[in-house]
């Protein structure tokens, strides 16, 4: 029972939280938020059965970015003693907590590879129904979840946009769903199976392109670079590079214009005008070195969890035209928490990274495509994730590293249960 909730809030997370949710006034309970509660009762329960005995299966692999997750959550809690806005202080905190309680029940439920890939698949679900919605935005230029003021614009530009609110939540999505489908591809065993996978993996890719999201195009481009060099350190991942290669050649001599074309495309897309004094651009990088006279006067403890909005707005050196979210995930997590938790969390991604890549270079081919597709998604998001307004509260991407941190204990919880003296 508590396994199959977690494939539900899998599947969930991917939904809006204002679709299918109960408003209890003061908070939405998706059913998201539902299936997590249920499964949080349940491991209770279950411990009060064992006399108070709380098993988690964390392992060896995973301990340290468990240990991490409790201690950001903890870090923001006390950073009630000098936040100044308590109601984002209570949302940020809501948020840790949830993404704490997703790696745990993650963490024990989830003990092999099997039922990672499943959970997989489960996401690929939900990345083909909000493919279909993006490609019936940009047919047809009808937007169900997009609020009212958004419209205009977005259907001139022919914007997808799904149920993420704007295009640069829906491009990090498509970033990771990408190597996500791959992932499934890989583990598909019937041909039918691998051209589904292959056919949503192309119109993810085209719907990325189409949100003009630059951060997210470029995080695309450096997660296939590194998909593409860790293939080809394996035999099997030679061959699919070869083959890969052929097939491009192949459109090449068809189209030579293809090439050029494309080129020309991504150039338009990936146009940054660092040295502005307007624009986003500039307002991006105001928001920066605001970000870095916080942490300044905070002596490295940061604004407090929540609280970088209410500093932007009262206490902005740099001018931002109103925008207060840091649009940073990286500056998100160092202005809001600090220097120690954010280098905390450069060791906690660097170890994720490096166990992976432990993994890839260890197991079987198909187990190493699990981890080839959650590495190039990590190298991918350093940069995607710089393009969103705010992370904290994305429930998907905490459901997702829930499970790259489950498959990050699994290898070591197979050597427990052959050595339990281990």
């Not at 993650?106 to 039922?115: A, I, V």
């Not at 997989?120 to 493919?131: K, T, W, Y």
């Not at 695309?220 to 080809?232: I, M």
């Not at 060791?347 to 994720?352: E, I, N, P, R």
Request: net charge positive; aromatic share 16%.
């Amino acid at each position: 029972m508590m396994k199959t909730l977690a494939y539900v809030s899998i599947i969930t997370s991917l939904m809006s939280a204002n679709l299918l949710a109960f408003d209890l006034g003061f908070f939405q309970l998706s059913l998201f938020r539902i299936t997590i509660i249920a499964m949080a009762l349940g491991l209770f329960g279950e411990t009060l059965v064992r006399g108070g005995k709380l098993r988690l299966n964390i392992t060896k692999g995973n301990r340290f970015s468990i240990q991490f997750m409790f201690i950001w959550f903890i870090y923001g809690f006390v950073s009630l003693g000098w936040v100044k806005d308590y109601n984002n202080w209570i949302r940020a905190l809501y948020f840790l907590g949830l993404g704490l309680l997703v790696v745990i029940l993650y963490s024990k439920l989830f003990t092999s590879n099997r039922e990672i890939v499943r959970g997989f698949r489960g996401m690929s679900i939900m990345i083909a129904l909000h493919n279909l919605l993006g490609w019936y935005e940009i047919i047809t230029g009808n937007y169900f979840f997009l609020h009212p003021d958004r419209i205009v614009g977005y259907t001139r530009g022919s914007l997808p946009v799904s149920t993420f609110g704007n295009t640069n939540d829906f491009a990090t999505f498509l970033l990771v769903a990408i190597f996500v489908l791959y992932i499934c591809a890989a583990n598909s065993r019937t041909v039918v199976g691998k051209g589904a996978y292959a056919g949503l993996i192309f119109s993810s890719l085209f719907l990325l392109l189409m949100t003009n999201s630059r951060g997210n195009i470029l995080g695309f481009l450096v997660g296939v670079t590194t998909f593409l060099y860790l293939s080809l350190l394996s035999k099997r991942g030679r061959r699919t590079m070869l083959l890969v290669a052929l097939g491009f050649i192949m459109v090449i001599m068809v189209n030579p214009t293809a090439l050029t074309g494309f080129i020309s495309m991504i150039n338009d897309k990936l146009y940054f005008n660092i040295g502005a004094y307007s624009g986003s651009d500039a307002t991006r990088l105001n928001l920066i070195r605001n970000g870095f006279e916080f942490v300044l006067n905070t002596a490295g403890f940061g604004t407090g969890a929540g609280n970088i909005e209410h500093w932007m707005a009262n206490r902005g050196k740099y001018y931002t035209g109103g925008i207060t979210n840091i649009h940073n995930w990286w500056m998100e997590i160092l202005t809001g928490y600090g220097l120690l938790v954010f280098l905390l969390y450069i060791a906690f991604y660097v170890k994720l990274f490096l166990d992976l890549y432990r993994k890839y270079k260890t197991n079987n081919d198909r187990d190493k495509t699990i981890s080839l597709g959650a590495m190039s998604s990590m190298a991918g998001f350093l940069v995607g994730s710089m393009s969103s307004s705010s992370n904290i509260s994305t429930e998907w991407l905490w459901m997702f590293w829930g499970l790259l941190i489950a498959y990050q204990g699994i290898e070591d919880a197979r050597k427990k249960r052959a050595d339990p003296e281990t």
